[in-house]
């Protein structure tokens, strides 16, 4: 079965540290995997999303970029956090039939 | 591009009670609709989902409905428990092409003992 993990649960960051997340999926190959921030109560909001090794395509404009460097390894970054950043990441892969499978979320605050 | 409409925002109801959510979209061409349920602190699990060649699917005390003329979908939970509160996302594709999933914007469901 396929299952999905997300690093670190929790991050604590001061203003202007880098920032990297990692997401990886088991017991699928060439899944298209996707990053998502939450607001506190809010909606989900498509940051990036990849259909393969090396492919990025960026949702939103900002702070943040991605990376895949290999087939199940997706990473979100960020060189310099700006307060706006903190938040609830999300990192999803997407079955055969069409349906997201998410992970169990980053906590981002950025102090 | 799709857009998703969920309604209410905020919905509580009695233990024992049902309770519907409901969510239009604005893409004719999408096919496939599916529900997400978020727990505090926990990343959304897929509950229920539909296809456009089907009108109503059932799983236990969980049910979802379809209607393409109208553009309308919407979750049926009966006879609620408190572990049924939580976020509830209902999203839209057109699966086939590859599409994103387009989420509404989320209902927060509060059951009461």
């Known amino acids: 079965s396929q299952t999905i993990h997300q690093w670190p649960a929790t991050l604590v960051q001061p203003v202007g540290s880098p920032l990297s997340l990692e997401c990886t999926v088991e017991?699928?190959?060439?899944?298209?995997l996707y990053w998502y921030r939450q607001a506190a109560g809010r909606g989900l909001q498509l940051l990036f999303y990849?259909?393969?090794?090396?492919?990025i395509s960026s949702e939103v404009p900002q702070n943040l970029s991605a990376s895949r460097p290999q087939d199940r390894q997706f990473i979100l970054s960020s060189k310099k956090l700006l307060l706006s950043d903190s938040g609830f990441y999300l990192c999803?892969?997407?079955?055969?039939?069409?349906?997201?499978?998410f992970g169990p979320g980053t906590r981002l605050t950025v102090l | 591009g799709e857009n998703v409409e969920q309604h209410p925002s905020t919905l509580s109801v009695q233990e024992g009670d049902s309770a519907v959510i409901k969510c239009t979209y604005s893409?004719?061409?999408?096919?496939?609709f599916p529900w997400y349920k978020q727990e505090l602190g926990k990343g959304p699990q897929l509950i229920i989902d539909?296809?456009?060649?089907?009108g109503e699917k059932k799983d236990q005390r969980i049910a979802v409905t379809l209607n393409k003329t109208a553009k309308h979908f919407s979750l049926h939970i009966t006879e609620t428990q408190p572990e049924d509160s939580a976020v509830y996302f209902c999203?839209?594709?057109?699966?086939?092409?590859?599409?994103?999933?387009?989420f509404g914007g989320g209902t927060r469901l509060m059951v009461k003992p």
């Open positions: 999803a892969w997407k079955g055969a039939g069409g349906w997201q499978y």
């Open positions: 017991g699928t190959s060439n899944p298209n």
């Open positions: 990849s259909v393969g090794i090396g492919q």
């Open positions: 893409d004719s061409a999408s096919n496939y």
């Open positions: 539909i296809r456009s060649n089907v």
């Open positions: 999203a839209a594709t057109y699966a086939n092409a590859g599409n994103m999933l387009t």
